[in-house]
């Protein structure tokens, strides 16, 4: 790859220039670099901008007030171009109380333009611009410093070709009529960002919990929501505080005495020397009186699950009729939230195969099955 020209941006009143710079514009190609082993929230190391005149390595380890950045991404005068956004949208948020308005992310657009399954980043500049980009720097430590400039190139080029590639696929997706469901895609990417991790709603969370009784799920609801809130405390990722096998361990036997949680399988002795006697703690608040709902019906009502198989089939159909990405259109999540809504006759939120471009497909053919 031929070294790039970018500009260096560590201090506050380059990155406001830079920003302001942004603002004048129609649209500006973003990325972020981080990193995330041990930690709650992933470590911002570096993020990239290109607005066609200023490449800029923004260095968030340097500056004291990002604010400038925050209100380029809030101004809905200027199209964000992202690429596979989800991580990027996690540290916009947690950082800067922010989402970027409006949202153009290139890895959807590629799967509405039926340019195949979810592409890489690599895949689709070479896809594009017939280039291809040298991945060597992807396990760098971005906290570090200095960077070297083969890191800093390799970082350069995840927004400069980005910011080229937009008004091609801008032009390829309004010729298909389906930019308004990008737009709306990049609000659905973008929906409970801002609101806080909810503690009552971590045991959702905690792999293969569908497989708990009510009550043991009472008990995970409460041990969840304390690994939540220590994680959080001392900023550890979630497996750093207990892992998840543990904390279902512990759901299904709820041990109440210290001699007992001892001879817990897979309880490592740091962990019980550590945490014992807040787990008994949580395992003795669990309302086991009053416990939550079994998670996943379908893996426990054959007609639950015969009905998924139904929509799944029927959407699935419309799909393909359609010219849609059969798994971005149906995913077994999107069709369990609307049986889900259906089972419970309406109620709560509306589900997303009845939002939107979806709900435009599939409401009408949805409303005719009948599924109880």
């Known amino acids: 790859m031929t070294q790039l020209q970018w500009q260096w941006i560590d201090n506050d009143a380059d990155l406001a220039t830079v920003c302001n710079e942004s603002r004048q514009g129609d649209y500006v190609a973003l990325d972020t670099e981080f990193v995330r082993t041990r930690t709650y929230h992933a470590k911002l190391g570096l993020v990239q901008l290109y607005n066609g005149k200023t490449l800029a390595l923004i260095d968030p380890l340097a500056i004291t007030d990002m604010t400038p950045l925050w209100q380029l991404l809030a101004d809905e005068s200027v199209v964000k171009v992202l690429h596979s956004a989800s991580e990027d949208l996690e540290i916009f948020a947690q950082r800067g109380g922010v989402v970027p308005k409006p949202l153009f992310d290139s890895q959807v657009c590629g799967v509405l333009l039926n340019l195949g399954p979810a592409m890489g980043y690599g895949k689709l500049i070479q896809h594009y611009l017939d280039i291809e980009l040298d991945k060597g720097e992807s396990r760098t430590d971005w906290l570090r410093r200095p960077l070297s400039a083969a890191q800093l190139n390799y970082a350069a080029a995840d927004v400069l070709y980005l910011y080229q590639i937009y008004p091609t696929m801008l032009k390829a997706i309004t010729e298909m009529n389906r930019l308004e469901w990008l737009w709306q895609e990049g609000e659905r990417a973008c929906r409970g960002r801002l609101e806080p991790d909810q503690p009552e709603k971590a045991y959702l969370k905690v792999k293969n919990a569908w497989q708990l009784k009510p009550v043991q799920l009472a008990v995970l609801k409460s ?4 690994r939540l809130e220590v994680a959080q405390r001392k900023d550890l990722a979630l497996s750093f505080v207990v892992k998840d096998a543990v904390l279902l361990n512990l759901a ?3 041990p109440r005495s210290l001699s007992y949680l001892e001879q817990l399988e897979g309880l490592d002795v740091r962990t019980f020397q550590r945490y014992g006697k807040s787990m008994l703690g949580a395992i003795a608040r669990a309302d086991v009186s009053n416990p939550p709902d079994n ?3 379908t893996g426990l009502d054959p ?3 015969e009905a998924v198989a139904e929509v799944r ?7 393909q009729e359609h010219q849609v990405q059969p798994e971005f259109m ?10 889900n809504y259906i089972w419970q006759d309406k109620f709560g939120k509306e589900p997303d195969l009845l939002q939107g471009w979806r709900g435009d497909i599939c409401a009408e053919p949805l409303a005719k099955l009948a599924l109880r």
């Open 330 to 339: 149906a995913s077994k999540k999107l069709v369990s939230q609307y049986v």
């Open 295 to 297: 998670i996943d019906p």
């Open 252 to 254: 299904k036997r709820a």
């Open 313 to 319: 089939e029927r959407v699935l159909k419309l799909a």
């Open 223 to 226: 041990l969840a929501a304390w």
């Open 303 to 305: 007609e639950f699950r």
